[in-house]
């Protein structure tokens, strides 16, 4: 299947907000911008110049999408990021919800990764295990099979550990997993509200012990689930074009369309009986 019947397939199934009628030129309509935008993470093109010259190559990607009289302009394409990032918000949450029916998750695991960018005005100076950087941060929360349900973008100077609740809020699972960044009383209770068992590394700075058993150590192992989807979503699935947009809401949008167009990849795969992990890997090869 290629990727412009993917797009129309599953973002038309998403579930995703009516828009209101506005009077004058009604335009290209968010349902075709939506698909346009998904669309450019899943072929790989990494701006709004290199989206236009592929669309007058390839004019059957064009009719697929919806566009029947012309191309829009990349000065639109530009303002469609940050005019239609709601609504890509919540085509993920939709495609989220097909993951969580067609694989029940019985692991969370909650992490953050460094977006580097050392030009953008709204980039900030934070500290991961590996030092200090300037940019912005990814917050993920990811399902056994390291597929996305919830994320965040944020500065580089924003903490981890309060944006777990927030992660996990609406979800189940058995078991919640997080390093040390994450270890205070209020992700502790907010995990057990959620009916599941925090499995969260000791930091050791509050100085306290606790009790481990094997069953959780091996959990606190899957942390490495998150580790591979941030490398598959700074890789392949983005390639870095979070730097050369300007603005958190710019960014956030194209995280957002790269994150839809990996989760119906996912979705595809286990409707025809494949592993997710290894159909969006071999996608993106």
Not at 109 to 122: A, C, F, G, M, R
Not at 157 to 174: G, Y
Not at 224 to 235: D, M, N, P, R, T
Not at 267 to 284: D, N
Request: charged share 25%; with cysteine.
């Amino acid at each position: 299947m290629e990727a412009f019947e993917l797009v129309r397939l599953l973002v038309n199934k998403a579930v995703v907000p009516p828009m209101p009628r506005r009077r004058g030129n009604p335009g290209y309509g968010w349902l075709k911008a939506v698909r346009l935008l998904v669309y450019a993470r899943l072929a790989g093109l990494e701006n709004d110049t290199r989206i236009i010259a592929h669309l007058e190559r390839h004019r059957c990607v064009v009719r697929a999408l919806g566009f029947r009289r012309s191309i829009p302009d990349r000065t639109t394409i530009g303002r469609w990021w940050r005019r239609y990032a709601g609504v890509l918000a919540e085509v993920f949450k939709s495609l989220s919800g097909m993951v969580q029916a067609l694989m029940p998750t019985r692991l969370l695991v909650v992490d953050s990764t460094p977006l580097i960018d050392l030009y953008d005005l709204e980039a900030e100076w934070g500290f991961t295990s590996k030092g200090a950087f300037k940019g912005f941060k990814l917050h993920a929360c990811v399902n056994q099979n390291g597929l996305p349900l919830r994320v965040r973008v944020t500065p580089g100077n924003s903490h981890d550990s309060p944006w777990l609740p927030s992660l996990i809020q609406d979800l189940e699972a058995d078991y919640v997993v997080a390093d040390a960044g994450y270890d205070s009383k209020a992700n502790m209770e907010a995990v057990k509200a959620m009916g599941a068992e925090p499995i969260i590394a000791l930091n050791p700075r509050h100085g306290r012990k606790r009790k481990r058993g094997l069953k959780h150590r091996g959990l606190l192992r899957k942390r490495y689930i998150a580790e591979q989807f941030h490398s598959l979503v700074k890789g392949p699935v983005l390639r870095g074009c979070w730097i050369r947009p300007r603005g958190l809401a710019k960014k956030t949008a194209i995280m957002t369309a790269g994150l839809v167009g990996l989760n119906s990849i996912a979705v595809r795969a286990v409707l025809e009986g494949g592993k997710p992990l290894r159909a969006v890997s071999q996608y993106w090869a």
